[in-house]
């Protein structure tokens, strides 16, 4: 399905004011740890890096705990289609951005579902510190 066979990939679309990325999957197996968890990571840059990445037409990647999380590609033969070229099993993933995510937040939303096993969901937050306005935290939420 992709050149890299892992069978992701991702079309930009706009719908509603906001650029959703419409996921197809195919060929994603594999099982996420049992039970609830929640976690916060901090990163510099990483949203604000995305975002250029797409814009600019790169690969952008995101790592939680030295693990790829997921990476994009732009497909040079598809205008406008981003290629998910690596995923963590089991996990499907869905990327929209909005102005304002929720209440007080905004920037990417990333949602990603854990066949059969619950949901995870990861926001990109950005700093409170305005002398830091690159900095953002990455709450990752699993629940069962």
């Given at each position: 399905?992709?050149?890299?066979?892992?069978?992701?990939?991702?079309?930009?679309?706009?719908?509603?004011?906001?650029?959703?990325?419409?996921?197809?999957?195919?060929?994603?197996?594999?099982?996420?740890?049992?039970?609830?968890?929640?976690?916060?990571?901090?990163?510099?840059?990483?949203?604000?890096?995305?975002?250029?990445?797409?814009?600019?037409?790169?690969s952008?990647?995101?790592?939680?705990?030295?693990?790829?999380?997921?990476?994009?590609?732009?497909d040079?033969?598809?205008?406008?289609r981003w290629?998910?070229?690596?995923?963590?099993?089991?996990v499907?993933?869905?990327?929209?951005?909005s102005?304002r995510?929720?209440?007080?937040?905004?920037?990417?939303?990333?949602?990603?579902?854990?066949?059969?096993q619950g949901n995870?969901?990861?926001?990109?937050l950005?700093?409170?510190?305005q002398?830091k306005?690159?900095?953002?935290?990455?709450?990752?939420?699993?629940?069962?």
């Open positions: 399905m992709t050149r890299r066979g892992f069978g992701f990939w991702g079309e930009w679309r706009r719908v509603a004011g906001a650029a959703v990325c419409a996921v197809a999957v195919a060929g994603c197996a594999g099982q996420m740890g049992r039970g609830s968890s929640r976690a916060l990571y901090t990163v510099a840059g990483v949203m604000e890096v995305y975002r250029q990445d797409l814009v600019q037409g790169k952008a990647q995101l790592w939680l705990d030295q693990q790829m999380l997921f990476r994009l590609e732009k040079p033969e598809v205008d406008g290629e998910f070229v690596g995923c963590t099993p089991g499907l993933l869905v990327l929209s951005e102005p995510v929720s209440s007080g937040e905004w920037g990417l939303l990333l949602q990603a579902r854990a066949f059969g995870v969901q990861i926001r990109y950005p700093s409170a510190e002398e306005p690159r900095d953002y935290t990455i709450e990752v939420s699993v629940r069962k």
